[in-house]
């Protein structure tokens, strides 16, 4: 199994008629990414990417198609070990385990008000174009009034409650 620890750019090459270079990279012994993968990979097992943290950044089946970055490490790891939603979730790689992390309940609020903020936004940005232009229509109007009540109720939200929040309910067809 290969393990590629700490890794380094070694070298940057301009091959061909490529605009950018190719890197090369070696690991905290002095091994060859290029030259370890073509000697001992054999084309059944996933490999990892993962930070300084553990934190698995990137993974494939194909070696050839990881995002590498200096400081992490690779990992070979056999496609049974491989979590099933790691495409979906965020794991760490400790000791040959992976570990799920389960994101804070504040942190999911946030996502989530941030996510419906930029909803509102985008709902309240043509109304109030409308209003501006003295073109705006009764029912226009009153769907402007209920995003922006909606924008006010979620700024005032009290996110260190989570999960336990009393989301406001979004503005649906307004007569």
């Given at each position: 199994m290969i393990t590629f620890k700490n890794i380094k750019i070694s070298k940057q090459v301009f091959e061909g008629d490529l605009p950018i270079p190719v890197l090369y990279f070696?690991?905290?012994?002095?091994?060859?990414?290029?030259?370890?993968?073509?000697?001992?990979?054999?084309?059944?097992?996933?490999?990892?990417a993962v930070d300084q943290?553990?934190?698995?950044?990137?993974?494939?089946?194909?070696?050839?198609f990881l995002t590498l970055c200096e400081g992490v490490s690779v990992y070979e790891v056999t496609?049974?070990?491989?979590?099933?939603?790691?495409?979906?979730?965020?794991?760490?790689?400790?000791n040959g385990k992976?570990?799920?992390?389960?994101p804070l309940a504040t942190d999911v609020a946030e996502q989530k008000k941030n996510a419906l903020l930029t909803q509102a936004a985008a709902a309240i940005v043509p109304l109030q174009d409308a209003?501006?232009?003295?073109?705006?229509?009764?029912?226009?109007?009153?769907?402007?009034?209920?995003?922006?009540k909606f924008?006010?109720?979620l700024n005032r939200l009290d996110l260190s409650t989570a999960p336990d929040i009393?989301?406001?309910?979004?503005?649906?067809d307004v007569a």
């Open positions: 070696e690991d905290e012994s002095g091994k060859d990414w290029y030259t370890l993968r073509d000697q001992e990979w054999k084309g059944k097992n996933c490999f990892i943290n553990d934190f698995v950044t990137t993974w494939s089946e194909n070696p050839n496609p049974k070990k491989l979590p099933v939603d790691i495409g979906e979730q965020t794991y760490r790689y400790r992976f570990i799920k992390v389960e209003v501006d232009i003295e073109d705006a229509t009764d029912k226009e109007l009153a769907s402007l009034q209920a995003w922006k924008r006010v109720a009393v989301w406001p309910e979004v503005p649906g």
